[in-house]
């Protein structure tokens, strides 16, 4: 079982990124997936989650508002289009899948990716 983060790299403060985390291995379609961030020298923090239908999403305030998490279960994939990018975003970004259908706070993630790092330059 994979999951394979991409889709980070360097952009301007202000500037979009859109992240993908594609599944391999087994079939994520009935598990919510999740995004997560650490930044250097901090300690991995929740940024957004979906779920299995993508009929809910979940954002940490921080990104609230600028960040959109969505799936595409057909192709085992999902996504975090990232907008109005600030340097205090500069992070590695990973996604990750739970063994629920829907997501709860504090959920606990069963499977993790490798990570996309992703800097905005001011």
């Known amino acids: 079982v994979q999951l394979q983060a991409s889709g980070g790299g360097l952009v301007q403060a202000g500037g979009s990124l859109r992240l993908s985390c594609a599944a391999s291995?087994?079939?994520?379609?009935?598990?919510?997936m999740g995004w997560f961030r650490q930044a250097p020298g901090k300690e991995r923090e929740f940024v957004a989650a979906i779920s299995w239908s993508g009929g809910s999403t979940y954002y940490a305030d921080s990104v609230k508002g600028r960040f959109t998490i969505s799936r595409d279960n057909a192709k085992n994939t999902n996504y975090l289009r990232m907008n109005s990018l600030k340097p205090e975003d500069t992070a590695v970004y990973y996604c990750?899948?739970?063994?629920?259908?829907?997501?709860?706070?504090?959920?606990?993630?069963?499977?993790w990716g490798q990570g996309t790092l992703v800097t905005v330059s001011s």
């Open positions: 291995g087994r079939t994520f379609s009935n598990n919510v």
């Open positions: 990750a899948a739970a063994l629920r259908r829907e997501h709860i706070w504090g959920l606990e993630y069963a499977y």
